[in-house]
């Protein structure tokens, strides 16, 4: 089992940056792949960026390559999106998710944890 605390959200104005933090704790945190997640009322779950194990590879989805950084601090069970250059549309609930399959990192189905989310607000 693996336990993910989000933190970090808040209500931001368009163009502003927020930090998200990731808190893991319980099996190895180091043998998965680890994910951030975005959900606005009324839409589906959206991939936002995942990284390795090592934190060596990123993915990022396209809405907001060049404006989001993920990291890994496995020394400390975190997991970090750095999001800068914020737009209205950024604004939804976000999760932390852990991935122990490896496969397509986007795709929510091969994340077996997930954490309680926190919300982003960004105002125009």
């Excluded at 009322?41 to 809405?63: I, Q």
């Excluded at 991935?99 to 944890?113: D, E, I, T, V």
Aim: hydrophobic letters at 35%; one cysteine or more.
């Amino acid at each position: 089992q693996v336990q993910l605390v989000e933190s970090g959200g808040g209500l931001v104005q368009a163009g502003g940056s927020l930090r998200l933090s990731c808190a893991a704790s319980g099996r190895t945190f180091s043998s998965y792949v680890m994910g951030w997640f975005r959900q606005s009322p009324g839409k589906e779950r959206e991939f936002v960026a995942a990284v390795s194990r090592s934190g060596g590879s990123t993915l990022a989805a396209d809405s907001v390559k060049g404006r989001f950084t993920i990291s890994v601090d496995n020394a400390n069970n975190m997991v970090y999106l750095q999001m800068n250059s914020l737009k209205p549309e950024d604004t939804a609930v976000y999760y932390c998710a852990a991935n122990k399959y490896g496969g397509s990192w986007s795709r929510p189905a091969l994340y077996s944890y997930w954490g309680q989310g926190t919300q982003v607000t960004v105002s125009s």
